[in-house]
C-alpha cells in the first residue's frame, strides 16, 4: 500500500497561504523587499506558509512572552508578534542590524513594532545574559545550525511547563536522511532531532511544514 504524502509545488503552498490566516499586503511587501535586499540570501526567509502557523501557534498557547532566534529581516517576528495577547512581546536576537534593519518600516505599518525588540550580538553570549520578566512561552530558533543545542539548553530553562520550541529547517531540504552529507550544519542538525527526541523533559513532534518544523513542548 502507497504511503500517503504529497510533493509541494508553487501552486499548492499558494494554496495553503490562501486558505490560512489571512496573509495581507504588508506580508506580501516584506516578501518583496527582502528578495529586493538580500537577493539570494532571502532563502533565509521563513517558508510563506510558515508565517500564518506562527501566528496560529502564538494564539493557541496565548502567549504573552516570545523569543526568536535568528530574525534576518523580521517575517516570521512579524507572524509571531500578530499572534501574541494585547501585552505580549516577542525579543528577537540575531547577529545584523542589517538584516533587521529590512523588515522594521514593516513592522511599523502593522502596528507591531512596540511587541518587538531586538537584541544584537552573537545569540549564545546574548541570550543567556538576557533576563527575562515572565517566563517564555514560546520560542523559534532559525539561526546558525550548530548554535542550536546551546540555544535549545538555555529557553528550555525559561520556558513555562506547556510552552513551546519551535526549531526551523530540521529536514534541510531531505538532507537528514542523505548520508553522503558530513557538513557540520547536516550533522548538527541530524544531533539536535536526535538529542530532543530522546529528551524525557520535552514531547516532540517532527513536521514536514517548510523545511521541516521541529517543535518540543516543555513537560
Known sequence: MAEKGIAMTPELREYLVDHSIERTDIHRQMVDATRAAMGDLSIMQIAEEQGPFLTWLARLLGARRAVEIGTFTGLSALRIAEGLTDDGKLVCFDISDEYVSVGR????????????????????????????????????????????????????????????????????????????????????????????AADDRVDVVLLNVGDGLLMATKR
Open 105 to 196: 518600516p514593516f513592522w511599523a505599518q502593522a502596528g507591531m513594532a512596540e511587541r518587538i525588540d531586538v537584541v544584537i550580538g552573537p545569540a549564545a553570549e546574548t541570550l543567556a545574559t538576557y533576563e527575562f520578566d515572565a517566563p517564555v512561552d514560546l520560542a523559534f530558533i532559525d539561526a546558525d545550525k550548530p548554535g542550536y543545542a546551546t540555544y535549545y539548553e538555555i529557553l528550555l530553562d525559561r520556558l513555562r511547563p506547556g510552552g513551546v520550541i519551535v526549531f526551523d529547517n530540521m529536514l534541510w531540504s531531505g538532507g537528514v536522511v542523505d548520508q553522503s552529507l558530513d557538513d557540520d550544519n547536516t550533522n548538527a542538525i541530524r544531533a539536535v532531532n536526535d538529542a530532543v
